[in-house]
């Protein structure tokens, strides 16, 4: 029944480590985002893709790297992690334009 | 640029009404949403208005003004389960995503 589902919930590794985070959608919506959300709870959009094209990246490192292999798939891989990157990151999912249906997040911490 | 203002924290007793007002200034703009944020969890959506005026929903209403760059989100009755962060965000002219405020947490108290 999970409309977005992500996973891990939890994430705790080191500095420098590589870590993917998966996200599917049962919707059929055509397109997907990753936001992060900081330690005050500022929820920024990172990329958004639609049909599996990328239409939306803001500025985000390139150690972080989507990858959408279908319309129902959007995964984050971050590459040398660091200690700022440390938030949680929700993957959302929504009809062109409308509302955005979020998944449960995942709480990152680089020790 | 994109600048979404609202007040960080507001405070409210039981059975009383509060308003969480929003401002925008956008490059670009397709609609406004809000989010209901309970502290753990992913935020939910509340409510959306694209036209000026006044949506209602139950004990939830959101009103809308283009001209002015605002919105308000009314709460009525609130209960003590209605203290979490809520969510000012803006829809992007091509509608490929929603630029969030940085969010008000309202704590309702007995």
């Known amino acids: 029944d999970t409309a977005v589902s992500q996973t891990p919930k939890y994430l705790v590794t080191q500095m420098g480590n590589d870590k993917s985070i998966k996200c599917e959608q049962n919707?059929?919506?055509?397109?997907m985002y990753w936001y992060k959300q900081d330690s005050k709870k500022f929820l920024k959009i990172m990329f958004s893709?639609?049909?599996?094209?990328?239409?939306i990246n803001e500025t985000v490192p390139n150690r972080f790297s989507p990858k959408s292999p279908d319309k129902a798939h959007l995964n984050l891989h971050i590459n040398s992690l660091e200690l700022g990157d440390s938030a949680v990151y929700f993957c959302?999912?929504?009809?062109?334009?409308?509302?955005?249906?979020f998944g449960s997040g995942t709480q990152l911490s680089v020790l | 640029g994109q600048n979404i203002d609202q007040p960080t924290e507001m405070t409210a007793t039981e059975g009383a009404i509060v308003q969480i007002n929003c401002t925008y200034q956008?490059?670009?703009?397709?609609?406004l949403f809000w989010y209901q944020q309970h502290a753990g969890e992913a935020p939910t959506f509340l409510s959306y208005?694209?036209?000026?005026g006044l949506e209602e929903k139950g004990r939830f209403s959101s009103f809308l003004s283009r001209s002015k760059g605002y919105s308000y989100l009314l709460l009525k009755e609130l209960q003590m389960k209605d203290s979490a962060s809520y969510l000012c965000?803006?829809?992007?002219?091509?509608?490929?995503?929603?630029?969030f405020g940085k969010g008000t947490t309202l704590s309702v108290s007995s």
């Open positions: 959302a999912s929504s009809p062109a334009g409308e509302k955005l249906f």
């Open positions: 919707l059929g919506h055509d397109t």
């Open positions: 893709y639609n049909n599996k094209e990328l239409i």
């Open positions: 956008t490059s670009g703009f397709n609609g």
């Open positions: 208005n694209v036209l000026d």
């Open positions: 965000a803006v829809a992007n002219q091509a509608g490929t995503a929603l630029i």
